[in-house]
T-cell receptor, first 115, second 113 residues
Framework: NAGVIQTPRHKVTGKGQEATLWCEPI?????VFWYRQTIVQGLEFLTY????????DSGMPKERFSAQMPNQSHSTLKIQSTQPQDSAVYLC?????????????FGAGTRLSVL | GEKVEQHESTLSVREGDSAVINCTYT??????FPWYKQEAGKSLHFVID?????DRKQSQRLIVLLDKKAKRFSLHITATQPEDSAIYFC????????????FGIGTLLSVKP
């Protein structure tokens, strides 16, 4: 079991460019979460999917952020027109998502730097 | 919105002493309270959790206490070792499903030999 895989590990974009981050959850996990980690804000919830369906995107900045889960083996987080304040580590996590099985397993994260 | 507050941003203890990290939460529906550890340069990994049907749980040197009335929970690390040095995050489930977690800001624990 390779755990949650996130690619790329580091991404540098220029202001106004698009960034797409990828996540492969643990096989058999039905829930996938995206969080953003910064020194100032800590871990901020962005969105989550259950059985590929979007459940809660209340943490997503509405205009430029979008997330998809086209199949059970990967999810993407897309940021359009990136801004310097989007610089952060974006963490993907998965869980079994069944009953009381809430434990999140985190990927190593993608460090996004917007210049 | 709902919040989890982590009261100690940094904590320094001597090896062998105990360390205590305190958190409070706002959502009365919260029922699940996990703790995660993040070592330097690594991602978060789960260390221990407690559910709202109990008020104490222990796993080896880790003890979690939950006071539902005060909406407060804490992590106690006994007989600390240098390898316990890390950032510790508390979290609380939000909403009825219990799947979504809101995290505290993190506590940087340093265990000095």
């Amino acid at each position: 079991n390779a755990g949650v895989i996130q690619t790329p590990r580091h991404k540098v974009t220029g202001k106004g460019q698009e960034a797409t981050l990828w996540c492969e959850p643990i096989s058999g996990h039905s829930a996938v979460f995206w969080y953003r980690q910064t020194i100032v804000q800590g871990l901020e919830f962005l969105t989550y999917f259950r059985n590929q369906a979007p459940i809660d995107d209340s943490g997503m900045p509405k205009e430029r952020f979008s997330a998809q889960m086209p199949n059970q083996s990967h999810s993407t987080l897309k940021i359009q027109s990136t801004q310097p304040q989007d610089s952060a580590v974006y963490l993907c996590a998965s869980s079994l998502g069944r009953g009381s099985q809430n434990t999140l397993y985190f990927g190593a994260g993608t460090r996004l730097s917007v210049l | 919105g709902e919040k989890v507050e982590q009261h100690e941003s940094t904590l320094s203890v001597r090896e062998g002493d105990s360390a205590v990290i305190n958190c409070t939460y706002t959502d009365t529906a919260s029922s699940y309270f996990p703790w995660y550890k993040q070592e330097a340069g690594k991602s978060l990994h789960f260390v221990i959790d407690i559910r709202s049907n109990v008020d104490r749980k222990q796993s080896q040197r880790l003890i979690v206490l939950l006071d539902k009335k005060a909406k407060r929970f804490s992590l106690h690390i006994t007989a600390t070792q240098p390898e316990d040095s890390a950032i510790y995050f508390c979290a609380a489930s939000i909403g009825s499903s219990g799947n979504k977690l809101i995290f505290g800001i993190g506590t940087l624990l340093s265990v000095k030999p």
